[in-house]
């Protein structure tokens, strides 16, 4: 499959390939060099309609199959994400700027769990408790809910529709799922995939677009009783508020303020490689990684010299680019609160080559917050 091009990709509806039903489209980019990987339906809420229709339609069929025989489609799914790791992983590094070793990561991640979700089948298990009632009897038993609306980020393109589709299917649900539209092409695959793997039409619906048009409709519409959402919590909340409406059911991860603390007895050489990998790891895209240093002041100063360092000594490449594009606005903010720039530049120059040898550029500062003597933000 080619990475780059002109290629025209389209929404996955009922189990047909259709363009959005404005006509519109956007385009996805390399964030390193420019280059157009395709354009994609951009799509509004009559193609959340459409698609919502058709997975409550299959939702009929889908939630009497055995969960097995679900589980025997998600093990066939887990196959060709073993056959395809390497173009997926290309492809994420260009579509979205990991690296290819953690990109690699992420698709063996997305394997793990689709394996683990097809076992499942055969592990619904329900339970049987005593009656306090004469002559009955007590049971439970795990039921599909319906319509799942998946709504997922940029930064774990393939992992993280794993975590919400599998489970959801090997329930007997069904999904209308909505990608972020930075990586709107490994999402498609992640479809492809799953329909080569025999999954009936219907099953599995993907819509493309932004969320406003798309994303808003899929929280509100009321055929869809569940909603999951891995982004911002600025987002999270907006999400929670438009789905009380119905009473939904809301599952959100959502990004954190993560700090770590290096306290004065500290091994600075161990805290350093935690600091770095807390930071910089998978390019920074993760919900959970470390934006503060909180350092004691006795080793601060030595600290701050090592890890400034080695933070001077990362490289930037094709595979790793694209978060750097997104860093100026946090850099502004965190200068207003006194921060000081100690390695990297601004920006990085795109399809004419790189201008900067690094790959942060990190914020320090003595910030008096909330009793914290010493800060570092990255």
């Known amino acids: 499959m080619a990475l780059t091009g002109t290629q025209t990709f389209l929404n996955y509806i009922g189990g047909e390939w259709v ?6 489209t956007f385009e996805s980019l390399n964030p390193a060099s420019g280059d157009m990987i395709g354009t994609f339906p951009r799509s509004t809420p009559e193609d959340v309609d459409r698609a919502v229709a058709a997975a409550k339609a299959a939702y009929e069929d889908w939630r009497l199959v055995p969960a097995p025989k679900r589980g025997e489609i998600l093990y ?5 994400l073993m056959e395809e790791k390497e173009e997926l992983t290309d492809l994420m590094a260009h579509e979205m700027g990991k690296v290819k070793a953690e990109a690699g990561g992420d698709v063996q991640e997305a394997i793990d769990m689709s394996l683990y979700m097809a076992g499942e089948g ?18 439970s038993v795990r039921m599909p809910i319906g319509v799942i609306g998946v709504i997922t980020p940029w930064n774990f393109p393939i992992a993280i529709p794993s975590w919400k589709i599998t489970p959801a299917l090997i329930s007997g649900n069904t999904v209308v799922f909505k990608p972020a539209t930075d990586t709107p092409l490994l999402g498609e695959r992640f479809v492809e995939l799953l329909v080569e793997a025999g999954l009936p039409s219907g099953v599995i619906n993907i819509v493309h677009g932004g969320g406003g048009a798309v994303g808003d409709r899929l929280v509100r519409h009321p055929d869809v009783p569940v909603i999951t959402l891995t982004g911002s919590r600025e987002t999270g909340v907006e999400v929670m508020r438009n789905a009380a409406e119905n009473l939904k059911h809301v ?25 770095l990998w807390g930071g910089f790891g998978t390019t920074g895209q993760r919900c959970t990684a470390a934006s503060r240093v909180v350092v004691h002041e006795q080793v601060y100063e030595p600290f ?8 001077r000594a990362l490289r930037v490449g094709d595979g790793d680019h694209g978060w750097l594009l997104r860093l100026s606005e946090l850099l502004q903010r965190l200068r207003e609160f006194g921060g000081k720039l100690l390695a990297g530049k601004l920006r990085i120059g ?29």
């Not at 363009?19 to 519109?24: I, Y």
């Not at 066939?76 to 060709?80: E, T, W």
């Not at 990004?255 to 935690?274: F, H, Q, S, T």
């Open 304 to 311: 701050l010299e090592a890890f400034v360092a080695r933070v």
């Open 122 to 139: 055969r592990r619904l298990f329900g339970q049987t408790t005593p009656s306090e009632l004469r002559d009955k009897f007590n049971m």
């Open 76 to 80: 066939r799914f887990a196959n060709l």
């Open 19 to 24: 363009d959005a039903a404005s006509g519109e």
């Open 251 to 275: 599952h959100l991860e959502l990004g954190g303020k993560n700090a770590i603390i290096v306290l004065d007895d500290a091994d600075l050489e161990l805290a350093v490689d935690g600091c």
């Open 350 to 378: 795109r399809a004419a080559g790189f201008d900067c040898r690094i790959g942060f550029a990190q914020v320090a500062g003595s910030l008096a917050h909330r009793g914290q003597r010493k800060l570092m933000a990255t």
